[in-house]
């Protein structure tokens, strides 16, 4: 069956029944959906020659990305089959319970959500990447509250993990934006997990002004890949902590502007990987066309749903 006729069925089941039933009832029947078999679904057997895609060498098969989200090893499994070049998974030094419910809300066509980094901490994670069967390579996004957290689960983890993303711009939990504000402390973040890593590092970035000084930090440190970037803070009454990061289409034409800045600002030593409001293979092509080497999103897997990047390689590949 044609990819397209399943995207089509996803985005009237979407559209009509899902989008409309209230936050706390929909996340369960999605992620139920999820727990179907799809990802052996002969749609996902592509051919990808002519989009293998080189990210501070690691090689990805194609340039698409799920960008951090999850901490679940069966989705991170999951969407590894289902046509991404790669996928991330966030993790902690030590277990987070997040903020409580409700922790996303719809906001237009995207969401405001502040589930603030609920994971099981990094043991628990370790257990899970042994017995990974990785088809696609692995990003592991970190937070910390200090360089010892991040320094740490770079020791523990790097092993289990393709590519390391080092989160310095959470809008939603307390300090979660400190090292992006506090640029001396970013760049001693960055030499340390620089000396420390036999991985590609990636620096997101947060949406606020200001990233010019952070890139040049992290590229003096030798950090060659950023990736623009993350939620955008917004009051929400509707969240238990009254605010979050937005996600989803309002962030696209901020993101492609930024990518086309970072991009005649930095040169082509710099790799960027384009994130935030990515939802149609239009989209992708264009940001790419913009300067982007490869692109990521999260609001798109919900809202499109999983033959989205299915849609994005043919539309960069012109199949
Ligand atoms: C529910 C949710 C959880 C997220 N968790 C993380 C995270 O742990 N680390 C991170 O760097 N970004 C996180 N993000 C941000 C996304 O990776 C992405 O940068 C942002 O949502 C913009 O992309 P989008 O418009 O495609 O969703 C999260 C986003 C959402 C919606």
Known sequence: MDYKVLDKTYGFFYNYFLSRLPEGLAIPIGRGLLKLPI????????????????????MLPNPVILAACY???????????????????????????????PNIVRKGKGFVNCIGFRNPGMEKTREFLKDCDRRKPLILNIAGDSIDEYCEVIEGLQDYADMIELNISCPNIENGLYFSENPEQARDLFGESVNLSRKPLVLKLSREDGYKEIISNAIDSGIGIVNYGNTSPVKEDRLSVGSGGLSGPELYEDTIRNVKKIREEFGKD??????????????????????????????????RGPFLAREINSRLSGR
């Open 71 to 101: 901490h679940q090893p069966w989705i991170i499994r999951k969407a590894s089959k289902m046509g991404f070049g790669a996928v991330t998974l966030k993790v902690t030094r030590d277990p987070k319970r997040g903020n409580p419910k």
């Open 270 to 303: 710099l790799q960027i990987i384009a994130t935030g409001g990515i939802d149609s293979g239009e989209k992708a092509y264009m940001v790419m066309e913009s300067g982007a080497d490869a692109v990521s999103y999260v609001s798109g897997f919900i809202t």
């Open 39 to 58: 990802e052996y679904l002969p749609v996902f057997e592509i051919d990808y020659s002519g989009l293998e895609t080189d990210l501070g060498g690691c």
